[in-house]
C-alpha cells in the first residue's frame, strides 16, 4: 500500500505547526535503555514503539530481542530501527542486514514497518547528493522487495535538503518520522505533505526519544497492516 492511501485517515495535514502532545504517543529504545518498563508505558497511554536492531553492515544491537518480545508482551504496536551507515557500505547491503536481524514486517496487525533512521546522527558522510539517493534508494528497494512494504524515513529537515538536495523521490511511499526536538514539528522536507510520527523530544520517563503519532488509532493500525 502506498502512503498516500491512507492519507484520509490521518487527523491533522501538517506542513508546519504543532502537534497536540495529547494524541498517540510512542518511543524509540536501544540497548541504552537496559530495562524500560514498556508494560507500565502502554499503561499509561503510550501505543507504540520502535526498536533498535541494527547500525551499519554489521552490528546488531544486543538487546533487540529481549526489548521486542517485551514489547509484544506490553500490546504495543511495534517494530525495528536500522541506522544507517552510508560510510561503510551500500543501502541495499545494510537493509539486507536489517532484514536478517529483526527488521523485517510481518502481516499481524502490530508490526509496524521498519525505520530507516538517516541523518539524525551523521553529516553526509562524504557522499555527494546523488550518492546518497542512490544509498536510499537501494534500502527502500531492497527492503520493500522483500516484505512488500517501505520503510519508514526517519530524518531531519536539515540534513535531508543538505544531503538528498530536498528529493521528493520517497515521499508517495515511505511515511515520514521527523526529528525536531522543540515545540513546533517545523519545515517538511522532500515533499511530505505531513510528518507521520515527529520525534519531539530526547529522553522521557522510560528513557530513549519520545514520539507522537500523526493520527487516530484507525491510522496506526492502518500503518500495520499495510
Known sequence: MKLLDYIPLLSTMLSRGTLDRRTIQGLDISHHQNNPNLTEAHSVGLSFVYIK????????????????????DASFMRGG??????????????????????????ADGKTIPGLLSIGLEDDCAGLTIKETQEWIKGFVETYEGATKRSPVIGTTNEWWVECTGNTPDFNEKSALLLANWGDSVGMIPGGWQFATIW??????AWGGNSNIFNGNADALRELADG
Open 81 to 106: 530501527y536500522h541506522v544507517a551507515r552510508t560510510d561503510l557500505s551500500d543501502g541495499a547491503a545494510q537493509a539486507r542486514f536489517f532484514l536478517s536481524n529483526g527488521g523485517g514486517w510481518t
Open 53 to 72: 536492531a541494527t547500525e551499519g553492515p554489521t552490528y546488531a544491537d544486543p538487546k533487540f530481542t529481549e526489548h521486542y518480545r517485551t514489547a509484544t
Open 199 to 204: 520525534q519531539y523530544k530526547e529522553g522521557g
